[in-house]
């Protein structure tokens, strides 16, 4: 076997276990719902958030995009700040990975909803969903009135005096 076929069997390998690893890490999120122990939930959040940071999974993100933002989604309502953080910056990437303009419709459709609930506001940092709602906007909406609503939606969570609304 010549040096370069070696090198890339090795390379191969090591994606195999990155994908391997991704995807233990989606089954942890998908399990997770009832358990007590926010560490499990901040682990299995940290992996694929280091997942699709350090090493992009294009075919990860488009196979499981639907579950990973209805699960961040989960985690967004329910969660610790930490995990909301964490869940916010999951769906902003997977939205900016993904290559279905459909499926980044269909969070643009849930997301803005989930994170404009009045309660999130105290426990979440106003930045990460600035963050996460600008980027989801920007690869979801699909028309103006879209576009429009996201705007407003982050002016009410830049200036939230209600005689300031636009």
């Known amino acids: 076997m010549l040096p370069d076929e070696a090198h890339k069997g090795e390379g191969s390998n090591q994606s195999t276990r990155r994908g391997i690893l991704l995807d233990d890490a989606s089954g942890d999120l998908g399990n997770f719902h009832g358990h007590s122990k926010a560490s499990l939930r901040e682990e299995a959040l940290s992996s694929i958030l280091k997942a699709l940071t350090v090493n992009i ?19 967004i309502k329910k969660g610790s700040p930490k995990e909301m953080k964490q869940a916010a910056h999951i769906i902003g990437l997977s939205s900016m990975i993904t290559t279905s303009a459909d499926k980044v419709h269909e969070a643009y459709d849930y997301v803005p909803t989930a994170l ?18 600008a980027v989801v906007t920007f690869f979801g909406a699909s028309n103006s009135d879209e576009t429009e609503q996201a705007m407003k939606l982050l002016w009410d969570f830049i200036n939230p005096d209600p005689g300031h609304s636009v």
């Open 57 to 75: 999974e294009q075919n990860f993100v488009d196979r499981n995009f639907v579950t990973l933002v209805y699960q961040c989604l989960h985690c």
């Open 116 to 133: 404009s609930q009045g309660e999130l506001k105290a426990k979440f940092n106003t930045l990460e969903i600035l963050g996460c709602l």
